[in-house]
C-alpha cells in the first residue's frame, strides 16, 4: 500500500516538465501544481493518524486508498484543464497523508510481537521508509519514460497507477488489524488532534529543524534544478532528463537508508546531523548546476541530495518513535510528516523569486537556512546528551 501511493503521488514529478512544455503553464503555476498537494497532506495526515486510533488503521486506510483510483483519474482527465490538475493535487495529497500517517504506524505495529517477534526495534521505521521511497522512485520512472515515448503523455502513467492500485486494495482488506475500535480511548476527536509530544524537547531540538529539509531536498534535485537549467539546456530531452534527476535523488535515498539505520542504531543524533550537513553540501552543488549549466553537476547534486533525504527520513522517524507514547505515535508521526513536507512548497517560493534574482543565489540562501538549522539540531544534540549525563 504505501508502495502503491507513494507511486501515484510522486509520478507527477517529471511530467511537471510536460506541463510546462506541452501544456503552456508557466513555472510557477506548475510550481503552484507541486505545492497543492502539500495543502491536501496536511489535513490528511493530522486526521488521519487520530482516527486511526479510534476507528482502527484498515477503516481509515482502505478508503484513502481507494480514493487514490479516482485522484489518479482526476489528473488524466485534467490534461488541459488547470482547474481539474489542482483539484487531483489536492485529493491526492489528502489520500498520501492519510497512507501515510496510517499506513507507517500499521507497518510499525505489524513489525512487533505478535505479527513479527522477531523483527529488531527499527524494522518498522526502515520497512515504512523503504516502501515509500521505492514508490517514490520507480512512479516517476515509469510515469517519465511513458511519457516519453508513449502515446497519451498525460493521462497514460496516471491509468497504469490505477491498474496498480487495484490488487493492492484486495492486500490492504487481508491485512491483520492491529488497533480495534474497542480499546480507542473515550475522549472527543479534537483531544485525539492534541499530540501532547509535540513539545518535548527532543521533538523541538532535534526533529523540528531537521524535518522541512527531509523533502526539501527532492524537491530541489527534481523540481528547482530542471527549472534553473531552463527550457533551452535540456531542449528535446527535458522529460527525459527531469525522470533521471528523480531516478538518481530516490535511488540513492532507497540505498542508504539501510546504512541510516545502522548508524542510528550506533550514535541517535549522528543521522540527523549527517542529513543536514548533505542537505547544505546537495544545495550548493545545485548552485552550482544553476551557476554553469552543467548537467553532470545536476546529476551530482540529485545524488546527495537523495542521500540526504534517504538519512533525514530514517533518522526523523526513529527518532518520533523514541519520543512518542504508544497511544500518540500515529499523531505524532502525522505531525513530522506534515512538517516534512513543508519542504515541496520550497519550488513555489523560489519560483516567482527566480524571476528577480538568479537561481544560483537563491540556492545559496537556501544552503544557508539549512546550515542554521543544522547548527540548531547540533546544539540541541548537546543540551540532551548533557541532560542525560546529569
Known sequence: MLFAI?????????????????????????????GVYVAGLAPGLLLGGPLSDRLGRRRVLLPALVASVPASAVLAAG???????????????????????????????LSQAPFDPEADPGSGARRAALALSAGFGVGPVVGGVLAQWAPLPMELPYLVHIVLTLPVIALVVRAPETRLP????RRS??????????AHPRFRG??????????????LSFAVQPAALGAERTAGFGLIFATGLTAVTLSAGIAIQSAARRLDARAPLAGARLGLALIVVGTLVSAGTALTGSLVV?????????????????SGLLEVQRIAEPAHLAGLTAVFYTLTYG?????????????????????????????????MLVAAG?????????
Not at 476527536?189 to 509535540?198: E, G, H, M, Q, T
Not at 517560493?349 to 544557508?368: R, T
Not at 548537546?382 to 546529569?390: D, G, L, M, S
Open 182 to 185: 474497542e480499546t480507542a480511548p
Open 6 to 34: 507513494g507511486y501515484g503521488a510522486n509520478q507527477f514529478s517529471p511530467l511537471m516538465v510536460v506541463y510546462r512544455e506541452q501544456g503552456h503553464y508557466s513555472a510557477t503555476v506548475v510550481a503552484a501544481f507541486f
Open 206 to 219: 532535534l526533529v523540528l529543524p531537521l524535518a522541512p529539509w527531509v523533502f526539501a531536498g527532492p524537491a
Open 382 to 390: 548537546r543540551r540532551t546528551r548533557a541532560t542525560v549525563a546529569a
Open 343 to 375: 519542504g515541496f512548497l520550497l519550488p513555489v517560493v523560489l519560483a516567482p523569486l527566480a524571476v528577480h534574482v538568479p537561481y544560483a543565489v537563491l540556492l545559496v540562501v537556501v544552503a544557508a537556512v539549512a546550515a542554521v538549522c543544522l547548527a
Open 298 to 314: 545536476a546529476f551530482v547534486a540529485s545524488a546527495v541530495l537523495g542521500g540526504a533525504y534517504g538519512i533525514s527520513l530514517v
Open 189 to 198: 476527536l479534537l483531544a485525539d488532534l492534541k499530540v501532547p509530544a509535540v
Open 79 to 109: 490534461a488541459f484543464s488547470e482547474a481539474l490538475l489542482f483539484t487531483g493535487r489536492f485529493l491526492f495529497g489528502v489520500v498520501t497523508g492519510v497512507a501515510m500517517a496510517v499506513g507507517t504506524t500499521w507497518v510499525k505495529e
